[in-house]
């Protein structure tokens, strides 16, 4: 995703000083709620000059957090505090999530609300306003709905979470004609940047052409803001720095989304959605106000979130300057409350500076994203129970994002927790690809080594008690395609391997994350629509060096992009328009709304979304090759 963007985190390169106390601005969600945040809250206890707190930069040699660190929790302000929003809740003292353990039919649920608190609090659990003592509750296929859940402590401190759904209320997937082999066989639409509820009309134009399914850009409450960045109001890299893993994403609410799957599932489309597990926001992205003495004392104000008022609270570490009026703790905190994560979750803070390093590689801050300790159990656990989550409202699998950034033993004791959750029994129609991006350091990643995310992988997932069949839903994303598809030398079965021509992140400038050569051609970076269709029509008809191409590459990719306006690259669905910046808005770029779906437009056309998968030869080759 991110591995070789040149993204700067954080506000780190604004020019202008904020210093006006008592200055508020307003916070706009995707449903154009306001939430009032001040610019500077002016602390007397403020560092002096243009000081800043320590950060949690690394003394160990494995990338553990220093266990100095491991009392900077419970940064959230309480209810009575000025600062408090209403998404807060009582995070300052009460935190949690749901985890659900099925059996293995998948018509029984154990939900259990796993709580941490800041002080020993008598907590009573609600399972759809019945409250009970103890924090699990069984649930049977005769529960239909959502499931409303709530903690309450006997001294008044609450918690409410998004509603839960579960896997036998999902929409059955209708049966359609042609050779998926339920579900690990066929072509993926990737929409990026396309909202839900435009994604919700497609559907039917999807099922018709004869897709698999469709692939969404990542769900996850995300940053949001409105102050440029880089000269763009919420780029579309924000995407994937996650808040928290709440179902509340710039595309669309957790309603919108059970919607838009359901519809899918209805007329046969399978929804895959894209998981972002190694990170979570980058460092200097939260709710804090920081500055940079770096750059003139600049200063910056916090971010919001997609999910508008019910933002959940989130801190780093970097570039902040006061202390916490309500706790007098300083305010460097690495704190993820609506997940939750604390400090010690996560590995110290050193730079992701050497590819060839597979030290680094696992446990560096890419591109000063805050890396996740996956050699955690929790973590491992917290991870687990998010992928069940993404199954029971329907999704069908996903795309593991920066997967070569988490050590193959991780990944394989995560997908151990993840069976474990289903009962033991991972549907017969998932499938997951993991992002590996390859370069210099191939040698290392698809080669034999532990380090390896084709044998070494594999190996791993057998030790843990994956099953052959198991191993082989797991895929893995081949960059090396279409230019370089055996660089692995043999080491992956090519039904292992999902492949496509264009991909979002070969669209931003400068990257290089696959080189193509003549074998391949990026759209919006100026391939001629005939160029490209041919390439699209060759991934069907005879990809590079394929021996069998009914068996080979199951799983192929097509990419729906938008088409960049004037240099920016941010999504047109709205949320990039200037018009919303309330902050140094003076250098923003815009991005005007134009919507995704359009009723008869086609493939190639217009200067807004791509729509790639509409092309008649695509869909042509497509349906050949899935014996249509």
């Given amino acids: 995703m991110l591995s070789l963007l040149s993204i700067f985190v ?53 990338g553990s957090m220093d266990a100095k660190h491991a009392t900077k929790l419970w940064n959230t302000p309480p209810r009575n505090h000025s600062r408090w929003l209403k998404g807060f809740q009582d995070m300052s003292v009460l935190q949690g ?16 609300i796993v709580t941490k608190t800041a002080s020993s609090l008598q907590l009573q659990y609600g399972f759809n306003g019945t409250f ?8 049977d296929k005769s529960f239909t709905g959502q499931l409303k859940v709530s903690v309450i402590a006997r001294t008044g401190e609450t918690l409410v979470l998004d509603d839960i759904d ?16 339920n579900g690990q066989k066929g072509a993926i639409v990737e929409m990026f940047g396309w909202p839900d509820e435009d994604i919700e009309k497609e559907c039917q134009i999807l099922a018709d052409a004869g897709y698999l399914g469709v692939k969404l850009f990542p769900h996850h409450e995300q940053v949001m803001s409105v102050q440029p960045f880089e000269n763009e109001l919420n780029p579309w890299y924000f995407m994937y720095q996650p808040v928290s893993y709440r179902l509340q994403g710039r595309a669309g609410t957790r309603d919108q989304l059970r919607k838009m799957i359901n519809t899918c599932r209805s007329v046969g489309v399978r929804v895959y959605a894209d998981a972002v597990v190694n990170h979570m926001t980058g460092n200097g992205n939260d709710a804090s106000f920081h500055r940079n003495p770096n750059s003139g004392c600049t200063y910056w104000p916090p971010k919001n979130s997609s999910a508008g008022e019910n933002i959940s609270p989130y801190y780093t570490p970097a570039y902040t300057y006061g202390y916490n009026d309500w706790n007098g703790k300083a305010n460097n905190a690495l704190e993820f409350p609506g997940v939750p994560y604390g400090p010690m979750d996560f590995h110290c803070d050193k730079a992701l500076n050497s590819w060839s390093d597979p030290y680094l590689l696992n446990t560096g801050w890419l591109s000063g994203l805050c890396d996740l300790d996956t050699s955690k159990d929790y973590v491992r656990q917290r991870i687990a129970d998010y992928f069940v989550d993404l199954l029971s409202i329907g999704f069908s699998g996903f795309r593991i994002d920066a997967a070569k950034h988490i050590h193959p033993k991780d990944l394989a004791a995560i997908f151990a927790k993840f069976k474990a959750n289903l009962g033991g029994n991972i549907p017969e129609d998932w499938i997951t690809w993991l992002e590996v991006l390859t370069g210099g350091e191939a040698y ?3 080669r034999d080594s532990q380090y390896s995310y084709t044998t070494g992988l594999t190996r791993e997932m057998k030790a843990v008690g994956l099953s052959d069949s198991d191993i082989e839903k797991v895929k893995i994303w081949w960059c090396g395609y279409p230019n370089e598809p055996n660089n692995d030398e043999g080491t992956l079965s090519r039904t292992r391997k999902v492949i496509q021509n264009d991909d979002h992140d070969q669209q931003n400038d400068g990257s290089s994350s696959r080189d193509m050569h ?5 759209l919006v970076k100026g391939c001629a629509p005939d160029k490209h269709r041919a390439y699209e029509v060759k991934l069907f008809q005879d990809p590079y060096e394929v021996n069998d191409n009914d068996n080979e590459y199951p799983i192929r990719l097509v990419l729906s992009s938008y088409y960049f306006l004037n240099g920016v690259k941010s999504i047109p669905d709205g ?11 003076e250098t923003c770029k815009s991005r005007s709304y134009a919507p995704a779906y359009v009723a008869g437009a086609k493939a190639y056309e217009g200067g807004d979304y791509t729509r790639v998968h509409r092309d008649a030869e695509i869909i042509a080759a497509m349906r050949a090759w899935m014996k249509m």
């Fill in 10 to 62: 954080g506000s780190l390169l604004l020019s202008t000083t904020l210093t006006v106390p008592g200055v508020y601005y307003a916070v706009k969600s995707r449903k154009q709620t306001e939430v009032n945040v001040p610019i500077n809250y002016n602390s007397d206890t403020d560092l002096p000059g243009c000081q800043i707190h320590e950060g949690v930069g690394c003394t160990s040699s494995d």
């Fill in 97 to 112: 999530y749901a985890r659900l353990q099925y059996n293995a039919a998948h018509t029984q649920c154990v939900v259990t």
């Fill in 132 to 139: 009970q003592s103890a924090a699990s509750r069984v649930f």
């Fill in 166 to 181: 579960f896997i036998w209320n999902a929409a059955p997937i209708k049966s359609r004609p042609g050779d998926f082999r």
């Fill in 444 to 446: 290392l990643l698809v």
């Fill in 518 to 522: 003549d074998k391949g051609c990026v």
């Fill in 575 to 585: 949320q990039s328009d200037c018009s919303l910046c309330k902050v140094t808005c």
